[in-house]
T-cell receptor, first 112, second 113 residues
Framework: GQQVMQIPQYQHVQEGEDFTTYCNSS?????IQWYKQRPGGHPVFLIQ?????EVKKQKRLTFQFGEAKKNSSLHITATQTTDVGTYFC????????????FGPGTSLSVIP | DGGITQSPKYLFRKEGQNVTLSCEQN?????MYWYRQDPGQGLRLIYY???????QKGDIAEGYSVSREKKESFPLTVTSAQKNPTAFYLC????????????FGQGTRLTVV
């Protein structure tokens, strides 16, 4: 079936180090969205990518959408303790009924 | 304030009992979704609805049921047929247009004992 995968599942970094999570879909996506869930919280929207090859930046966060619209990445430069949480990618799959499918998430721990 | 509300935040039920989780939104969103989240895992789609009186099964619909009688409301019933109901349940809503973000409720943590 349609799947969205993410790697790694867990990542522990020293504060100040960079972090990257990768998202891969088995099918072409109409768009990709990224969400962040803080421990004990609910997912909160970060950004959306729509165009093939699109790159967007939010301060220390850089998001990319692959040329084939099947993969995406989130890169955080110089992590801070406030970056702790689980990062999910979500893809819109156009079918008879549009489905928003979430990846399993990457849990980021930042060691001060 | 506009938003999406789930209640209750914590819910305890005895095994074999059905339980209904509430999800209400005043964002005027057409689409609503129910996800299940288990510890260390992602969000798995249970049911979704794009319009009133219509809904579709997600990837793990067995043991769950929903209704969408009103645009604002999308309650989820966890039935006794669900083998492992203890989990964190998240409701989300979004506009029907493709390129819009999903808004999540605070979630309901269901524990079945």
């Amino acid at each position: 079936g349609q799947q969205v995968m993410q790697i790694p599942q867990y990542q522990h970094v020293q504060e100040g180090e960079d972090f990257t999570t990768y998202c891969n879909s088995s099918t072409t996506l109409s768009n990709i969205q990224w969400y962040k869930q803080r421990p004990g919280g609910h997912p909160v929207f970060l950004i959306q990518l729509v165009k093939s090859g699109e790159v967007k930046k939010q301060k220390r966060l850089t998001f990319q959408f692959g040329e084939a619209k099947k993969n995406s990445s989130l890169h955080i430069t110089a992590t801070q303790t406030t970056d702790v949480g689980t990062y999910f990618c979500a893809g819109l799959m156009k079918t008879s009924y549009d489905k928003v499918i979430f990846g399993p998430g990457t849990s980021l721990s930042v060691i001060p | 304030d506009g938003g999406i509300t789930q209640s209750p935040k914590y819910l305890f039920r005895k095994e074999g009992q059905n339980v209904t989780l509430s999800c209400e939104q005043n964002l005027n969103h057409d689409a609503m979704y129910w996800y299940r989240q288990d510890p260390g895992q992602g969000l798995r789609l249970i049911y979704y609805s794009q319009i009133v009186n219509d809904f579709q099964k997600g990837d793990i619909a067995e043991g769950y049921s929903v209704s969408r009688e009103k645009k604002e409301s999308f309650p989820l019933t966890v039935t006794s047929a669900q083998k492992n109901p203890t989990a964190f349940y998240l409701c989300a809503s979004k506009e029907a247009e493709d390129y819009t973000e999903a808004f999540f409720g605070q979630g309901t943590r269901l524990t079945v004992v």
